[in-house]
T-cell receptor, first 114, second 115 residues
Framework: EAGVVQSPRYKIIEKKQPVAFWCNPI?????LYWYLQNLGQGPELLIR????????DSQLPKDRFSAERLKGVDSTLKIQPAELGDSAVYLC????????????FGEGSRLTVL | AQSVAQPEDQVNVAEGNPLTVKCTYS??????LFWYVQYPNRGLQFLLK??????LVKGSYGFEAEFNKSQTSFHLKKPSALVSDSALYFC?????????????FGTGTRLKVLA
């Protein structure tokens, strides 16, 4: 069974440029999460989807961040325009339907903003 | 509100010795507790979880964790550490009663196992 797939693994951009990250969750996992991880820190939730509905986006900086999961499968996280402080790892995770499941994480997308 | 505390930024242990990585939590309802490990430039990898039942939970790679409700703790343990266990470890909690499926992670503890 394939795991959570993220791309790109690494991205370097100039500040004020746009960037997008893509995530394909484990097949059949209806819940998808985007987390932000700063260096040496724990993941912080940006947004959670149940199928195609964003059910928790309270931590998403909506002035520059957007996300979508149009068909309830893969998802895209976008930053426009990027700022220096956005340099971090963006992690995608998914979980299966059910009450007690753990999260499965992708390898992450490391963003460096110059 | 949920929260997790990992009081030690780093734990050093000699190879072959037992290791403990500490975690305390705060949650309104029933705690669902998780441990993850992260190697450099990799995503988080699930180790074990406590949902209900036996307070001692066994997981991957010889790790185990003990749930202590009175102390609101969920410490990760291993009887004999390996150099390859050196990594970043995260504790996470979810409120099992609320139904929000929101996972809160600690700040992480770096484990260094010395040969």
């Amino acid at each position: 069974e394939a795991g959570v797939v993220q791309s790109p693994r690494y991205k370097i951009i100039e500040k004020k440029q746009p960037v997008a990250f893509w995530c394909n969750p484990i097949s059949g996992h209806n819940t998808l999460y985007w987390y932000l991880q700063n260096l040496g820190q724990g993941p912080e939730l940006l947004i959670r989807y149940e199928n195609e509905e964003a059910v928790d986006d309270s931590q998403l900086p909506k002035d520059r961040f957007s996300a979508e999961r149009l068909k309830g499968v893969d998802s895209t996280l976008k930053i426009q325009p990027a700022e220096l402080g956005d340099s971090a790892v963006y992690l995608c995770a998914s979980r299966a339907r059910g009450v007690t499941g753990e999260l499965f994480f992708g390898e992450g997308s490391r963003l460096t903003v110059l | 509100a949920q929260s997790v505390a990992q009081p030690e930024d780093q734990v050093n242990v000699a190879e072959g010795n037992p290791l403990t990585v500490k975690c305390t939590y705060s949650v309104s309802g029933n705690p669902y507790l998780f441990w993850y490990v992260q190697y450099p430039n990799r995503g988080l990898q699930f180790l074990l979880k406590y949902i209900t039942g036996d307070n001692l939970v066994k997981g991957s790679y010889g790790f185990e964790a003990e749930f202590n409700k009175s102390q609101t703790s969920f410490h990760l343990k291993k009887p004999s550490a390996l150099v390859s266990d050196s990594a970043l470890y995260f504790c996470a909690v979810r409120d099992g009663t609320s139904g929000t499926y929101k996972y809160i992670f600690g700040t992480g503890t770096r484990l260094k196992v010395l040969a």
